[in-house]
């Protein structure tokens, strides 16, 4: 079987999900692991599939033939087989500001550590109204990576930062 990473971006519209999971179906892929949005009125999607080799290039033809939508598929990878990687959900909140994820990110990576799926927003703060950064973020880090030493770094970022850890 292949696995497939599949990226699609377009204008979105009642019935896109159902059009997408046909198509899949119709060409004997598997959906596994999806991560779907909607923003400004486009849909944001990543997709892993998997689909046996002989029905590769159909699904990747009718999946290039959705109408309004831009599609990308990369063969996924295959899994390192390094030293055993802990999972954890840093829960992080703050005062929203240009540069937040920058910051985090930076932190993380400079730890040793891997964000493998973020989940953002910023939303108004009750009886303040001022902008909340808020966001959940998996994180990989390798044995050799104290988690204590990474949530103290990203809690140095500013005063305002709370991060909680939740076991993935």
Known sequence: MKQLVITILGKDRP??????????LENQGNWLS???SHLLGHFAGIIQLEVAEAHFQALYDALNDLPE???RIEAGAEQPTEALLEQLNFIITG?????IVQELASVIRHKGANITHLNSRQQSAPNWGVPIFSAVATVSLPTTVNRDDVIEALEAITSDLIVDVEEA
Request: overall charge negative; hydrophobic content about 40%.
């Open 69 to 71: 939508l831009e599609v």
């Open 34 to 36: 999806s991560n779907l």
């Open 95 to 99: 005062n929203d500001r240009p540069g």
């Open 15 to 24: 019935g896109l999900v159902e059009s997408i999971s046909s198509v899949v």
